[in-house]
């Protein structure tokens, strides 16, 4: 078994500002992902990287930057965080792009 | 535009009763269909998933009927029981495509004893 930690579980910002959401997995899973999602509404991609140092946009990409450190984690930065951003950012990781995710348990950020 | 698409977005049945949800797709060479569950307050899980090649996947309750002609496929949860109650994200991804699994917008289940 394995685990994905996501920090911080809460994520307090004012507009315009840098935040920066981690991601870790102890799975050694090789893809992790990114994802947004709204209340009432779907998972929808922001990111995802299929190897280390390896990064790919997802349909919701602008307004945001990605980074795979190393295998086992990975980070997501809100360039200029916007009151319309308030929402649970989901991380991910699979074996492979056809492998069950496995979803951590989210950051919930709110913009003042 | 929607590659996934689900229906009903909201759904009630009662305790016992077999519900019905489904979803439908745009691009004939997604092979990979699988459904996760979110309860109130947690993550989405792997419940269950089909490939093309069979058009049927049975777990217990959950049973996956997958037409492929019409590029639909539904979840059947047979004996709904007050805890099936959490929302249900159908998926699908194309082999060969790096990572994109497309997720429908949700349903929501509702069982009410």
């Known amino acids: 078994g394995g685990i994905i930690t996501q920090t911080p579980k809460f994520l307090i910002g004012q507009e315009g500002q840098k935040l920066t959401l981690k991601c870790q997995q102890n799975?050694?899973?090789?893809?992790m992902y990114w994802y947004r999602q709204d209340s009432g509404k779907g998972l929808r991609l922001i990111y995802y990287?299929?190897?280390?140092?390896?990064?790919q946009k997802g349909d919701l990409s602008e307004g945001y930057d990605a980074s795979r450190e190393k295998k086992s984690s990975f980070s997501l930065t809100v360039t200029s965080a916007q009151k319309n951003e308030m929402a649970v950012f989901l991380c991910?990781?699979?074996?492979?792009?056809?492998?069950?995710?496995?979803f951590g348990p989210g950051t919930r950020l709110t913009v003042l | 535009q929607q590659q996934v698409r689900q229906s009903p977005q909201s759904l009630t049945v009662w305790e016992g009763e077999t519900a019905i949800l489904n979803c439908s797709y745009e691009?004939?060479?997604?092979?990979?269909f699988p459904w996760y569950h979110q309860f109130p307050g947690e993550s989405p899980a792997l419940l269950i998933a089909?490939?093309?090649?069979?058009n049927k996947k049975e777990d217990g309750r959950f049973t996956i009927f997958f037409n492929k002609r019409e590029k639909k496929f539904s979840l059947h949860i047979a004996d709904s029981q007050p805890g099936d109650s959490a929302t249900y994200f159908c998926?699908?991804?194309?082999?060969?495509?790096?990572?994109?699994?497309?997720f429908g917008l949700g349903t929501t289940l509702q069982v009410q004893p």
């Open positions: 990287s299929i190897t280390e140092n390896d990064l």
């Open positions: 089909i490939r093309p090649v069979s």
């Open positions: 799975f050694n899973h090789d893809t």
């Open positions: 991910a990781s699979s074996i492979d792009s056809y492998a069950e995710q496995f």
């Open positions: 691009d004939s060479t997604f092979d990979y």
């Open positions: 998926a699908a991804i194309r082999t060969g495509n790096t990572g994109k699994l497309i």
